[in-house]
């Protein structure tokens, strides 16, 4: 059986809030995150070592390949030329 994690604080207490022609949204009894992306596991071990990992290297293994400098991002001007 498939289990729901919440994308935020990884919490099985994840629902079905709305669901339709337009698409699915879950809600988390935790920490009332709502929204269409949720993490779907068979196996709860699996997710408890994985959170095991993170806490020792402060993040999971894959947010480490995706970190980016923000120092180096274009800013946004505004229309009178100034940087918001």
Do not use: F, Q, W
């Not at 289990?3 to 988390?28: E, F, H, Q």
């Not at 779907?40 to 020792?56: G, I, N, T, Y």
């Amino acid at each position: 059986m498939k289990t729901l994690i919440c994308p935020v604080c990884k919490s099985d207490k994840v629902n079905l809030y709305l669901g339709g022609y337009a698409g699915i949204l879950y809600r988390c009894a935790s920490c009332g995150y709502v929204g269409p992306v949720v993490i779907e596991v068979d196996d709860l071990d699996a997710l408890r070592e994985l959170e095991e990992l993170s806490k020792k290297t402060g993040t999971y293994p894959a947010e480490k390949e995706h970190v980016e400098d923000d120092s180096k991002a274009p800013t946004k001007k505004s229309r009178r030329g100034g940087v918001k």
